[in-house]
């Protein structure tokens, strides 16, 4: 890709980029949330048309206006969010609009043969029948990598793959990428887990504001270079370090239950404390908070906070408990992407921005947005754009916004950190310090071990939703985490 320019309406996304890639080389592409990185595998996919530059592939100029474009000349793209018809098997997503033509009939023999045979190339066991629907993240991931070798593709762009694996699933993705590459095919792999990087790219490119910063050999730089070139200044620490001022219970739940995914979980949440929630995917984490925020409804079990019994029917009636929940999904479940950072912040609370005979006071609404705005450095044209264009990080940052807004006392955070890259990481774990030092109280989940260790000051590990262990100072290990974790 040489001289790529990419503009929108006030922002230069991308500013006379030029970037190669070598047949069956592993290619990192690194930089902060908003650096220009997925509108550049846009281009190169044709989702978007660059304004100025061109493409080459195998020493040929091509011409990329659409995604049948980019397929015919073998590249194909795995976004973060999957794009596979729930409804739909394997099979049928995997040569979805190449199953038969208007007067033919479809061969599904063939069809199911091919994806299975496909599959098995891929050394994985998958039923091509099954509904898409019914697969875990992991399947439904593996079921878009097929879809992409069904194209012939010579280079495969993989955008976030690992953000919802397990260990045991990332080290299958692994041993497919290095597959991939054996067989002579090119793997662009985006990704803020710098570590992954070191273990399976050759090469790394560092975007950084819309331009190219450096390119380099894995093998010749350390995370510590890689994450100076993506935010353009030194992180003295990963995480920042605070003075622990821990008060009295705030909230205390007894015997919480619902079906087989919470279990008779009781524990203790104290002011000014960040209490951490560990375990494997489906350990029952989520669930438990869910039964707090009363997205769901408890079988069993009781909720305190100040020491008086509290029902909690609702997302509404937990909100005016004072208890946030930024969910797991923050695209599906924390923001309306149509509307506006203004509106989104304002949502939450919508009689703080009311004038006499409530009516909503635009002015007003458009300077409380502005004061997190700028307090939060959520990176956007103004506080007038639509939510769905900013990046993953600073669509974090508004859903952040909205509950500081609320006047919540419990903060639980479930993935606060995935998808976004080490700078916006290291300003959210500073914003969550500054909530404790005020006395609020934080509930944080997380699946990456330095993070939940490092930010907690109590631990609970959970399995087959049931809490089995609550760990303490020095208890707090990556050995002791993942030996209660697995039971």
């Not at 998958?126 to 399947?139: N, W």
């Amino acid at each position: 890709m040489k001289h790529i320019s990419k503009s929108f309406p006030g922002v230069m996304a991308l500013d006379d980029v030029t970037f190669s890639v070598g047949e069956g080389e592993v290619h990192a592409l690194v930089g902060e949330n908003g650096a220009g990185k997925s509108t550049l595998m846009k281009i190169i996919n044709g989702v978007y048309s660059a304004d100025q530059g061109e493409i080459y592939i195998s020493g040929k100029k091509v011409s990329i206006k659409n995604p049948l474009d980019a397929q015919r000349n073998g590249v194909s793209i795995i976004f973060q969010e999957f794009n596979l018809v729930d409804t739909l098997s394997v099979a049928e997503n995997i040569f979805i609009g190449r199953l038969g033509g208007k007067k033919k009939m479809i061969d599904w023999k063939s069809i199911y043969k091919e994806a299975e045979k496909l599959l098995k190339s891929l050394n994985y066991d998958l039923d091509p029948r099954a509904a898409v629907e019914t697969l875990s993240v992991a399947q439904m991931q593996m079921t878009e990598i097929a879809k992409a070798m069904s194209f012939d593709a010579k280079i495969i762009i993989m955008d976030e793959p690992s953000a919802v694996l397990t260990d045991n699933e990332l080290k299958k993705l692994f041993d497919i990428v290095e597959d991939l590459k054996k067989r002579g095919i090119t793997v662009i792999y985006i990704s803020h887990r710098l570590e992954e990087i070191f273990q399976i790219c050759d090469k790394v490119t560092v975007l950084r504001d819309g331009k190219i910063i450096d390119t380099g050999n894995v093998e010749d730089l350390n995370k510590e270079q890689i994450i100076e070139m993506m935010v353009g200044r030194k992180l003295d620490q990963e995480f920042p370090k605070r003075e622990k001022k821990i008060g009295d219970v705030i909230l205390r739940a007894k015997g919480l239950r619902r079906g087989d995914r919470v279990q008779d979980v009781s524990f203790e949440l104290r002011r000014g404390e960040i209490l951490g929630f560990a375990g494997l995917v489906g350990a029952g984490r989520t669930e438990t908070m869910r039964l707090l925020f009363g997205a769901d409804q408890m079988t069993a079990g009781s909720i305190e906070l100040n020491g008086k019994q509290v029902h909690i029917k609702s997302p509404m009636e937990a909100k005016g408990e004072g208890i946030a929940l930024l969910p797991e999904d923050r695209k599906k479940q924390g923001l309306l992407l149509e509307l506006p950072i203004t509106e989104n912040i304002s949502l939450v609370k919508l009689k703080k921005v009311m004038s006499k005979g409530n009516l909503i006071n635009k002015k007003k609404e458009k300077d409380v947005a502005k004061g997190y705005f700028d307090s939060l450095k959520i990176k956007a044209p103004s506080v007038t754009q639509r939510v769905y264009f900013l990046s993953g990080g600073n669509q974090q940052k508004v859903v952040i916004a909205k509950w500081l807004f609320s006047d919540a006392d419990i903060f639980i955070l479930d993935e606060p950190t995935r998808g976004i890259d080490v700078g916006a990481k290291y300003e959210i774990y500073m914003l969550m310090n500054e909530l404790v030092a005020q006395g609020k109280s934080i509930i944080l989940i997380s699946s990456e071990m330095n993070e939940i260790i490092a930010m907690s000051d109590r631990i609970m590990v959970m399995h087959d939703g049931k809490i089995c262990a609550e760990l303490n100072g020095e208890e707090i290990t990556p050995e002791n985490v993942l030996k209660h974790a697995i039971n």
